[in-house]
């Protein structure tokens, strides 16, 4: 009897153990690695750029979530170009939530950039204007 109630709380703790790993999995992995913003500054009205980024990482949002098992994915409203690519071990949730820190850190900390990256432990994500149209 009292070798099968340790054997109880062995599988306990082991589930405990295992409930810890999974939270661990699903872990957007937000840890800020390395931030870098464009030297430039943005040279289009400014409402006019937010409203771009926002339909760019929009886009990106939707193309992830018509297909759950992409890693990756690209948009570019009117030459406002976005990037984002999540480690593969990422699920789905973790990816999206990945990118919503990234781009909104990229708004942060490159407010008056037209550019930047942000690469987090989960995830990276690029933000350009074409250079092109830099002169508009
Ligand atoms: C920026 O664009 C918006 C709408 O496109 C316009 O209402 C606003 O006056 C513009 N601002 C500047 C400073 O040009
Ligand atoms: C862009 O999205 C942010 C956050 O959702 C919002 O606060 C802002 O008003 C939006 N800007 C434009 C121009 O759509
Ligand atoms: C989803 O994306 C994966 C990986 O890119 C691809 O292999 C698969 O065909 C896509 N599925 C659909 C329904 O588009
Ligand atoms: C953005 O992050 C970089 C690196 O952490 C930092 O050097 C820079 O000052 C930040 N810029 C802004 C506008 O927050």
Redesign the pocket.
């Known amino acids: 009897m009292r070798s099968c109630i340790s054997l109880i709380t062995i599988l306990l703790l082991c589930g405990i153990l295992l409930m810890n790993t999974a939270d661990v999995l699903s872990d957007p992995q937000t840890k800020l690695l390395k931030q870098v913003c464009s030297q430039f500054k943005i040279g289009v009205n400014m409402?006019d750029f937010?409203?771009n980024?926002?339909k760019t990482f929009l886009d990106i949002r939707e193309q992830m979530s018509n297909n759950r098992s992409i890693h990756f994915a690209t948009a570019e409203h009117t030459n406002l170009y976005g990037m984002v690519q999540c480690r593969n071990y990422l699920s789905h949730g973790d990816c999206v939530a990945c990118l919503d820190a990234a781009s909104?850190q990229v708004r942060k900390n490159c407010s008056t950039a037209n550019g930047g990256q942000v690469i987090y432990e989960g995830c990276f994500l690029r933000l350009a204007i074409d250079f092109c149209d830099k002169d508009n």
């Open positions: 409402s937010l409203s980024f926002n909104s």
